[in-house]
């Protein structure tokens, strides 16, 4: 069950009830766990994933919105940011479905498998031209997840950063007790908390606390790489920093979309 605040916005109501209700769909994210835990010893990628992802995305994407940032079904089709709403919503719960199949090359299988379930998720809430623009931006949400895609929307900015947000401490559990011990395992169980908020100059701010410098691998390599090239760039700051009760050290402070920036390291003695 994903708990989601639709606010306002009576058609992201309308398909989370829908979602939340769609017995095959549920059926397929068990099938997802069964691939990415059990078969191939990754951390989770279920209903708990879908929730958190999509929790996120809403957040990133209400964040943009509030500082005038125009979702892309606005700009080009004249559709509404409630639209946005839920493409994001749609694109952050179906990125995943061709795990079913396999890890490599999902973004493919997870196309076909959304197209077959969309008329279902958007029927008599649409009418045929909105419905065909829905789709076609989720789709393009989907396949377009990965790092090595490139980004044509907004909206797929916020799906795929969201998902390398899925990463606290917790969420890595699964492989490090199962003895996978690699760096990228190490560096998730590093991950103490993942806050997002705004600022006067960002309205994305990402804030990753760590108790370990090992979890700079999760920000450095792999978040970085999935901001980059998307259309948040240039609305999102990022910053690392290890927490412990006697110290606040900031490890990586940076802004994509500018001129790149070294790591910077900054010692905080709290008293």
């Given at each position: 069950m994903i708990n989601l605040p639709y606010n306002s916005n009576l058609k992201l109501k309308s398909i989370l009830d829908r979602v939340n209700n769609n017995d095959f769909l549920q059926s397929l994210w068990e099938c997802i766990n069964v691939n990415a835990v059990r078969?191939?010893?990754?951390?989770?990628h279920g209903p708990v994933h879908f929730a958190i992802v999509s929790n996120i995305a809403l957040k990133i994407l209400r964040n943009l919105?509030?500082?005038?940032?125009?979702?892309n079904i606005v700009t080009d089709h004249q559709m509404t940011n409630d639209d946005a709403e839920v493409v994001v919503f749609l694109g952050a719960v179906l990125h995943d479905l061709g795990m079913v199949a396999h890890r490599e090359n999902h973004h493919l299988f997870s196309v076909p498998l959304a197209a077959q379930l969309l008329p279902s998720l958007l029927e008599g809430i649409y009418e045929d031209r909105e419905r065909a623009i829905i789709t076609a931006e989720t789709l393009h949400t989907i396949y377009s997840h990965e790092s090595e895609i490139p980004q044509l929307t907004l909206e797929a900015g916020v799906v795929r950063v969201a998902d390398a947000l899925d990463m606290k401490e917790g969420r890595a559990r699964i492989p490090f007790i199962a003895g996978k011990k690699d760096i990228h395992a190490l560096s998730a169980m590093s991950i103490r908390d993942v806050k997002i908020r705004k600022s006067k100059q960002k309205p994305v701010v990402v804030e990753i606390s760590m108790y370990n410098e090992s979890g700079i691998f999760q920000v450095d390599q792999l978040l970085r790489k999935k901001i980059a090239g998307t259309k948040l760039e240039g609305f999102i700051e990022v910053v690392a920093q290890v927490e412990n009760q006697q110290r606040k050290t900031v490890l990586s402070r940076y802004t994509l979309g500018t001129l790149p920036e070294s790591p910077t390291a900054e010692v905080i003695v709290q008293k």
């Open positions: 078969r191939m010893g990754l951390s989770d919105l509030e500082a005038d940032v125009k979702p």
